[in-house]
C-alpha cells in the first residue's frame, strides 16, 4: 500500500472544545486548525505530535457516524489513519485481499485530503482510513 507514515489517530468526542482544552492545558499540545467537514457531519480540531496528528471528531447532527459511534462505545479512540502516496491502488489492493470497504473510492475529508476507509469487520476491529495528499 505504500504507506509513509501515521497520518492522524482519530478519537470520538463530545464536547471539542472541553477536549481541546485537555489537550492544550494539561498535555500542552496546541491545536491549529477547527475544521467542519459536512460530508462526515463532524467538527474536527487537530494537533500535531511530530510527524504524527491527532484528530478530534465531534458530532455535527444525531446521523453523524461519530453520534452512532458515541452512542454504542462512549468516547475514545475512532480510527486510526495512514499516509499512502494513493488511496485508489490501496482500496483495489484491499479489495483483492478480501478486505470490506467503507469507501470504495477516495473522497474529501479534513485538511484537503482525499481519503476511504476500510471496514473495521475486515481490520481486526480497527477503523482504518487511507489518507492522501492531492497533487496540485
Ligand atoms: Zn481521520
Known sequence: MNITHIEHIGIAVRDLEATIDYYEQVLGLSCYSVELVPDQQVRTAFFKVGETKLELLEATSPESPIAKFIE??????????????????????????????????????????????LHPKSTFSVLTELCERPQS
Open 72 to 117: 454504542q462505545r462512549g468516547e475514545g479512540l475512532h480510527h486510526l489513519a495512514f499516509a499512502v502516496k494513493a488511496v485508489q491502488p490501496a482500496l483495489d489492493l484491499a479489495l483483492q485481499k478480501n478486505i470490506r470497504l467503507i469507501d470504495q473510492a477516495p473522497r474529501p475529508g479534513a485538511e484537503g485530503l482525499n481519503i476511504a476507509f
